[in-house]
């Protein structure tokens, strides 16, 4: 059934499916001029001590019910040679396993069918080569200690009572939740944006909950012509996290080296709670090792928030401030093989990093363009186009071109190299630069 675009008061209602969703709305949506704008926003919930209970059910009713279908699926795979599609496990088995085990009843549906879906999604992922085969859901592991729910029938949505801040949520109710810096209620949820799905995640102690949003905005108009000066370009790396060059900003962006920084801090509060008391086949210990344990969580969540805010702060200004971004396609899965370089790479986090500058920068119809990976433009010399190899060995930070005499830093010529490679692939794609 083909999905459909009605206005209504000034709000669009769709109906109708698609394997694609967002792809069919957009379809749907052109003889408005308007797209399909999905983001997410993620609160820290406050839950007390019932809530916390509710949240523990519905956690462990997902990660009971993922492990099951997949064990199911195998077992269903080895006996027919064919797939137990998701559809077919909802019609003929989830209701005999409510009645087997009575604490699914508690859960809410959307959750149990979601931790269904997940599992056909590895397995699709898997086939397409994005990923390897999906795997039992630990309790002690970040994949077991999530559920996601769905939208419907307002039953997710943000309140106010008292002046305080609620999130509510199906089987678990209102839960408070802290109120992000320089936000209102009203603006968490803009008037006509619609709450998809919601995902609860549980650290340690820690609680949050992330809301999947839909809005529908209006077209932005793809940019094909801009000035010189409103390009720039970045060459990324780990001494230095990157190096960018364009009208009005031309800086070295040192890498905080997050990992490096707390791994003094870290190291020490986890020997404090390796000498706690802690039963390997309970997987219990006591409430100093709890202790230990909430600590050294704290710890390594400071990190990952520290540099999600570094890269929010960067990618806003670049995104705010040019019209185009230059950088290299990197092969991150591949570089971080590198057993001596893999801690340094994933701390920078070059990936998270451009995500934010891409979808930052095409909400505003501007441009996100990645160099071929195999450009060798540390290689290459940026004044005559001479390829040394020499320069593939990473510890060349500095060199001369033999053949026009040019002196080069290793960054800054891969830098410019990367500016000239992307500025032919902007007029490629039709946009007029100006000089």
Not at 5 to 17: E, H, W
Not at 177 to 189: D, E, N, W, Y
Request: charged residues 30%; contains cysteine; hydrophobic residues 35%.
């Amino acid at each position: 059934m083909a999905v459909t675009a009605t206005k209504v008061n000034g709000q669009f209602q769709f109906s109708g499916r698609a394997i694609n969703i967002t792809q069919a709305k957009n379809k749907a949506l052109e003889p408005y001029n308007c797209i399909v704008h999905d983001y997410g926003i993620t609160l820290e919930l406050l839950p007390d001590d019932t809530q916390k209970r509710a949240l523990a059910q519905q956690i462990g009713n997902a990660r009971f019910m993922r492990n099951h279908y997949l064990s199911d699926r195998k077992n269903y795979y080895k006996a027919t040679k064919k797939t137990l599609s998701v559809a077919e496990y909802k019609a003929k088995y989830l209701q005999q396993l409510k009645k087997d085990f009575p604490f699914l009843q508690e859960s809410d549906k959307f959750a149990l069918e979601a931790a269904l879906e997940h599992v056909d999604a590895g397995y699709k992922n898997f086939f397409a080569g994005r990923a390897k085969l999906p795997k039992y859901a630990s309790k002690w592991k970040p994949a077991g200690n999530s559920y996601t729910t769905k939208y419907t029938n307002g039953n997710i949505a943000i309140l106010e009572e008292d002046g305080l801040p609620y999130v509510k949520l199906p089987k678990v109710g209102k839960i408070r939740f802290v109120l992000p810096k320089g936000r209102t209620i009203a603006s968490l949820i803009p008037e006509g944006t619609a709450i998809l799905s919601a995902v609860v995640r549980r650290e340690t102690n820690h609680y949050t909950a992330s809301l999947q949003l839909e809005a529908v905005i209006p077209k932005p108009e793809q940019l094909m012509e801009m000035h010189v000066s409103d390009i720039l370009a970045a060459d990324m790396g780990i001494k230095r996290f990157a190096v960018v060059d364009g009208q009005g900003w031309e800086e070295e962006v040192e890498n905080p080296r997050w990992i490096r920084l707390h791994a003094k801090r870290l190291r020490r509060l986890q020997q404090s709670m390796s000498r706690k008391q802690y039963d390997k086949k309970t997987h219990k210990g006591s409430k100093n090792w709890e202790k230990a344990k909430k600590r050294v969580a704290a710890e390594q969540r400071k990190v990952k928030n520290q540099r999600k805010d570094f890269q929010h702060k960067l990618s806003r200004k670049i995104a705010d401030r040019y019209s185009a971004f230059l950088c290299e396609d990197l092969h991150i899965k591949g570089m971080v093989k590198n057993r001596r370089l893999s801690r340094e790479i994933a701390s920078v986090a070059w990936g998270q990093f451009f995500t934010m500058v891409k979808y930052k920068m095409q909400q505003q119809g501007k441009w996100f363009i990645q160099v071929d990976r195999w450009y060798p433009s540390s290689q290459t010399c940026s004044c005559c186009g001479y390829k040394n190899p020499e320069v593939k060995d990473l510890a060349v930070r500095a060199w001369t071109c033999p053949k026009c005499g040019a002196y080069h830093d290793r960054d800054v010529n891969a830098k410019d190299n990367i500016f000239a490679r992307g500025v032919k692939d902007l007029q490629a794609a039709g946009v007029t630069i100006l000089p």
